[in-house]
C-alpha cells in the first residue's frame, strides 16, 4: 500500500487542483457573463451603438452614462440582472462629466474596447472596477491593463485610444444627450420616457422596469 | 562479500523508494504543503485570467498594472498557469522525494531553482519595468523564496554505512 500512497496523494491533488479551479471558472463565467446579446451596430446617422438584447424586445432602456459617476456604476449590476432577466434591450450611450477627471478617458477605452467587438466587458469592468482607478493618479495604465484582462489586442487598444474618431464617438454621445436634455447621470430612458431620479434607486428601477415589461405584455 | 554488496548499492534503480530519514520525511513534508499553497494561489489567478476578471489588492492599482501587463503571458498562455504547474511538479517531486524516490529529490532541486530564477526575473519586471509590484506576486515569490531556503538547508540524505 505505501507503495502506492505518493501516487494516490499526487492525483487525488491533482484531481481537486483541476476540480476546483474547474468550478470556479464555472462560476466566474457565470457570474461576468450575462446572457446578453451584445451588438456595436450603426445607426442610420453613421453613428456606432452599444447594445444589448434582442432589437425586438418590447422595453428598451437607453442610458446615458459616466463610467467614474457612483450612481451609474451602482446600477449598472442591477441593469444586467433586468436586462438577463426580462431579456430587454438595453442601450449605453456614453455621457462623461467634465468634473470627472477619467470619465474622458474611460468612456474612450470603452469604445476602444468596442472596436474589438468587447465594448460590454469593458463597460463591466470599469464599473466594477471604479472605486480603484477613480482614486488612480494613472488611470489610463489602468485601463490599458483591464485591456489585457479582458484579452483585448493591446497594440490594437492603444491605437484605438488615440484615434481620433474613438473621441469624437464619445463626443457625439454627449452631443446627442445634450440635445435630448441630458444633464447628470446617470440619465436612463425607459421606452423613450426619462425616469424620474428617485426610481434610479437599484430596487426601484428593478420595479420600473417590471412595470414596462407587464404593460408590454399583450393582454392574455 | 564487499564487493558484492558494493554491485548491488550500483544497481540500484533511483526511480525506485528508498529508506529515508525522519528529518528528510518533515523536510518533503514542509515542502509539499508549501508547494500546495503556491498552486491554490496560482490555479485561482489562472482562473480570473482565464474568466476575464480582475484581480483585487486591497484597493491598490498595482496588481491590475502587472496581472494585465504583456509580461504576465507567454504567448497565450497566463504566467500564473504556468506558475499553477510548476508548484504541481514540486508538490509530486517532494511528495516522492518524501517515500523515498531518490531522483525525485533531484527533480525537485531543479525545479525549485527554475522557479526561483523565474521569481527573480519577474520581481526584476515589476520593480524596474512596470514600477507596481502585484501582492498576489509578492506572496508567490515569498513561497519560492521559502522553498529555496529549504533547498539550500535541505538535509544531508543518510549515508549507508558498510
Known amino acids: 500500500m505505501k507503495r502506492y500512497l505518493p501516487f494516490i496523494i499526487v492525483g487525488l491533488v491533482a484531481a481537486l487542483a483541476i476540480g476546483s479551479g474547474a468550478f470556479l471558472y464555472q462560476r466566474k463565467r457565470v457570474a461576468n457573463t450575462p446572457a446578453k446579446i451584445p451588438k456595436t451596430e450603426t445607426e442610420s446617422s453613421g453613428k456606432i451603438v452599444h447594445t444589448l438584447g434582442p432589437d ?16 451609474c456604476g451602482k446600477l449598472s449590476e442591477p441593469i444586467n440582472q433586468v436586462q438577463k432577466k426580462y431579456n430587454i434591450r438595453v442601450i449605453y450611450r456614453n455621457f462623461p462629466l467634465p ?5 474622458k478617458d474611460a468612456a474612450c477605452a470603452a469604445e476602444a474596447a468596442g472596436r474589438q467587438g468587447k465594448f460590454w466587458e469593458m463597460h463591466d469592468v470599469l464599473y466594477r472596477e471604479q472605486a480603484v482607478w477613480s482614486q488612480s493618479t494613472d488611470a489610463p495604465t489602468l485601463f490599458k491593463a ?4 479582458i484579452q483585448l489586442d493591446l497594440n490594437k487598444f492603444k491605437e484605438d ?7 469624437r464617438q464619445v463626443e457625439t454621445d454627449h452631443e446627442r444627450g445634450v440635445a435630448i436634455g441630458v444633464k447628470t447621470t446617470p440619465t436612463i430612458f425607459l421606452n423613450n420616457q426619462a425616469v424620474p431620479p428617485p426610481q434610479l434607486m437599484p430596487e426601484e428601477f428593478a420595479k420600473a422596469v417590471e412595470a414596462a415589461v407587464n404593460q408590454a405584455k399583450p393582454p392574455s | 562479500m564487499k564487493s558484492g554488496k558494493q554491485n548491488a548499492k550500483s544497481t540500484t534503480d533511483k526511480a525506485s523508494p528508498a529508506r529515508t530519514s525522519r528529518a528528510q520525511t518533515i523536510f518533503y513534508g514542509i515542502a509539499a504543503f508549501i508547494a500546495l499553497i503556491g498552486l491554490a494561489e496560482a490555479t485561482y489567478l489562472t482562473v480570473l485570467f482565464l474568466s476575464g476578471e480582475t484581480a483585487v489588492c486591497g484597493g491598490s492599482p498595482d496588481c491590475f498594472k502587472v496581472l494585465g501587463s504583456a509580461y504576465a503571458k507567454i504567448g497565450p498562455i497566463p504566467v500564473s498557469g504556468l506558475g499553477a504547474l510548476a508548484y504541481f511538479c514540486v508538490f509530486s517531486f517532494a511528495i516522492f522525494a518524501g517515500f523515498g524516490y531518490a531522483r525525485a529529490r533531484q527533480f525537485f532541486t531543479w525545479t525549485v531553482i527554475a522557479m526561483f530564477a523565474m521569481t527573480v526575473w519577474l520581481l526584476f519586471v515589476q520593480a524596474f519595468r512596470l514600477h507596481a509590484f502585484c501582492r498576489w506576486c509578492l506572496f508567490s515569490a515569498a513561497l519560492i523564496f521559502l522553498l529555496t531556503g529549504l533547498v539550500v538547508a535541505r538535509p544531508a540524505m543518510p549515508t549507508r554505512s558498510n
Do not use: I, K, S
Open chain 1, 99 to 103: 468634473n470627472h477627471r477619467w470619465a
Open chain 1, 161 to 167: 485610444l488615440d484615434n481620433p474618431e474613438v473621441q
Open chain 1, 146 to 149: 483591464y485591456a489585457g484582462m
Open chain 1, 56 to 71: 425586438e424586445a418590447p422595453v428598451t432602456v437607453e442610458e446615458f452614462g459616466d463610467f467614474q459617476c457612483p450612481p
